[in-house]
C-alpha cells in the first residue's frame, strides 16, 4: 500500500512564503507530483521530481528526499490567486499516481 | 486543442439509475485514468487504461465498469447507482514515455449526486 501525509490547511498572508510538506511511504518510487487545484476546478499541473534536490519554477519551488521519503512545495510572494489546494502525488511506476488528500492554503490580505 | 473534456459536467441521479460518463482526450495520449474525489480523501483511482482495448482495475473499482474502444474515448459506466457514489469524477491522461513517470492532464470534473 501506499500512505502520503500533508497538511489538512495553511494560511499566510499576501506576499509571504509557505511551505507545504509532504511524506509518503510506497512500495516503489518513480517520481513526485505537485499539482494546484482551485475550488470547483480541475487538478493542474506545478512540478515533477524524480532526483534529490530543488527544482524551482518562478515564485514555486519544490524539493525532494528519496532517503528520508519527503518533499516540500515552497510558495514565495504569495498572491490572492494562490488560495487553492496543493495535491502531493508520488508515482509508483510509469502511469499510476498515488494522491494525498491535499492542503488548502488561504491567503489573506 | 481541447485536452481532456468530459461529459456531463453535472448529473443526478436516482438510487438504482445507471449512467456513462464520457471522457475525450485530442493529445493523442496513450494512457487514460478515471478519479473520484471525495472532501478529505483526495483523488482516488478507480480505472485506467494503458492503451486503446484495454482496461484495468485501480483503488476503488467496485460498482463501476469501464471500456475503452477508441484512442481518444474512455467511458465510466455506473451499472446501479448508490448514493456512496456522489463524488466529482474526473478524467485524466498522460502520454507514455517509459521509464520515468508521465504528467497527467485532468478534465474539467462531473458532479455526479446519487439520492
Request: hydrophobic fraction near 35%; aromatic fraction near 12%.
Amino acid at each position: 500500500g501506499q500512505n502520503i501525509d500533508q497538511p489538512t490547511e495553511m494560511t499566510a498572508t499576501e506576499g509571504a512564503i509557505v511551505q507545504i510538506n509532504c511524506t509518503y511511504q510506497t512500495s516503489g518510487f518513480n517520481g513526485l507530483f505537485w499539482y494546484q487545484q482551485h475550488a470547483g476546478e480541475a487538478p493542474t499541473f506545478l512540478s515533477y521530481n524524480v532526483l534529490d534536490g530543488l527544482e524551482e519554477k518562478g515564485r514555486f519551488s519544490s524539493f525532494l528526499s528519496r532517503s528520508k521519503g519527503y518533499s516540500y512545495l515552497l510558495l514565495k510572494e504569495l498572491q490572492m490567486k494562490d488560495s487553492a489546494s496543493y495535491l502531493c502525488a508520488v508515482s509508483q511506476s510509469d502511469y499510476k499516481l498515488s494522491f494525498g488528500a491535499g492542503t488548502t492554503v488561504t491567503v489573506r490580505a | 486543442n481541447a485536452g481532456v473534456t468530459q461529459t456531463p459536467k453535472f448529473r443526478v441521479l436516482k438510487t438504482g439509475q445507471s449512467m456513462t460518463l464520457l471522457c475525450a482526450q485530442d493529445m493523442n495520449h496513450e494512457y487514460m485514468y478515471w478519479y473520484r474525489q471525495d472532501p478529505g480523501m483526495g483523488l482516488r483511482l478507480i480505472h485506467y487504461s494503458v492503451g486503446e482495448g484495454t482496461t484495468a482495475k485501480g483503488e476503488v473499482p467496485d460498482g463501476y465498469n469501464v471500456s475503452r474502444l477508441k484512442k481518444q474515448n474512455f467511458l465510466l459506466g455506473l451499472e446501479s447507482a448508490a448514493p456512496s457514489q456522489t463524488s466529482v469524477y474526473f478524467c485524466a491522461s498522460s502520454y507514455a514515455s517509459g521509464g520515468f513517470a508521465d504528467t497527467q492532464y485532468f478534465g474539467p470534473g462531473t458532479r455526479l449526486t446519487v439520492l
